[in-house]
């Protein structure tokens, strides 16, 4: 069966970078393409944008370029979201989706990364 | 930019009926959106209901069921359970790959 599995919590301190990773398993990893979606405390699903799992090309959503880096690992079936210069509004629970077609398929269980010093 | 409107709350008795409703702030929603829909439990991760409009993804109940209601796209609980009571999220896909979630709905069962 398809499982999307993300790497645990982090804690870091503001300016410091993290990277989540996203495990996939249960199918070709490169049969579709991964998104990324930010939870903030208390807020609603955002979409961060997608990565082509054939390509690697990135596309970003507004508000989610300059810091933020999609990347791959094919050889392990990994994705990875990094982002650089973190600050307190970064506090999230980041999710890895595949996207089959037009619709988000699979879901990993979350990342919370907290920013706090 | 484009934003995608969803009623931020809504309650329904058990066993009754209710639609959610996902639309655009300028435009209206049709098919070639590709609507979907997500049901997410607290501390849980989104569940996929509903894609292109009104495909139910694997192992949801037929309860669930999505439309294209005037336009707007629709979301239908019919004969709803307690544990319905979640947040539910629509998707448009606007093409690229590119996804704009709207600003979810909490349903309350009671």
Same mark, same amino acid.
């Given at each position: 069966q398809v499982q999307l599995v993300q790497s645990g919590s982090e804690l870091k301190k503001p300016g410091a970078s993290v990277k989540v990773s996203c495990k996939a398993s249960?199918?070709?990893?490169?049969?579709y393409a991964m998104n990324w979606v930010r939870q903030a405390p208390g807020q609603g699903l955002e979409w961060m944008g997608w990565i082509?799992?054939?390509?690697?090309n990135p596309t970003y959503a507004q508000?989610?370029?300059?810091r933020f880096v999609f990347s791959l690992d094919t050889s392990v079936s990994t994705a990875y979201l990094q982002i650089s210069?973190?600050?307190?509004?970064?506090?999230a629970v980041y999710y890895c989706a595949t996207r089959k077609d037009t619709a988000l398929d699979y879901w990993g269980q979350g990342t919370l990364v907290t920013v706090s010093s | 930019q484009t934003v995608v409107t969803q009623e931020p709350s809504f309650s329904v008795s058990p066993g009754g009926t209710v639609t959610l409703t996902c639309g655009l702030s300028s435009g209206s929603v049709s098919t070639s959106y590709y609507p979907s829909w997500y049901q997410q439990t607290p501390g849980q991760a989104p569940r996929t209901l509903?894609?292109?409009?009104?495909t139910r993804s694997?192992?949801?109940? &037929?309860r669930f069921s999505g439309s294209i209601l005037g336009n707007k796209a629709a979301l239908t609980i019919t004969?709803?359970?307690? &544990?319905?009571e979640s947040d539910y999220y629509c998707v448009l896909y606007m093409g690229s790959g590119i996804c704009v979630f709207g600003g979810g709905t909490k349903l309350t069962v009671l």
């Amino acid at each position: 069966q398809v499982q999307l599995v993300q790497s645990g919590s982090e804690l870091k301190k503001p300016g410091a970078s993290v990277k989540v990773s996203c495990k996939a398993s249960g199918y070709t990893f490169t049969s579709y393409a991964m998104n990324w979606v930010r939870q903030a405390p208390g807020q609603g699903l955002e979409w961060m944008g997608w990565i082509n799992t054939n390509t690697g090309n990135p596309t970003y959503a507004q508000g989610f370029t300059g810091r933020f880096v999609f990347s791959l690992d094919t050889s392990v079936s990994t994705a990875y979201l990094q982002i650089s210069s973190l600050k307190a509004e970064d506090t999230a629970v980041y999710y890895c989706a595949t996207r089959k077609d037009t619709a988000l398929d699979y879901w990993g269980q979350g990342t919370l990364v907290t920013v706090s010093s | 930019q484009t934003v995608v409107t969803q009623e931020p709350s809504f309650s329904v008795s058990p066993g009754g009926t209710v639609t959610l409703t996902c639309g655009l702030s300028s435009g209206s929603v049709s098919t070639s959106y590709y609507p979907s829909w997500y049901q997410q439990t607290p501390g849980q991760a989104p569940r996929t209901l509903i894609y292109s409009t009104n495909t139910r993804s694997s192992g949801v109940p &037929d309860r669930f069921s999505g439309s294209i209601l005037g336009n707007k796209a629709a979301l239908t609980i019919t004969g709803a359970q307690a &544990d319905d009571e979640s947040d539910y999220y629509c998707v448009l896909y606007m093409g690229s790959g590119i996804c704009v979630f709207g600003g979810g709905t909490k349903l309350t069962v009671l």
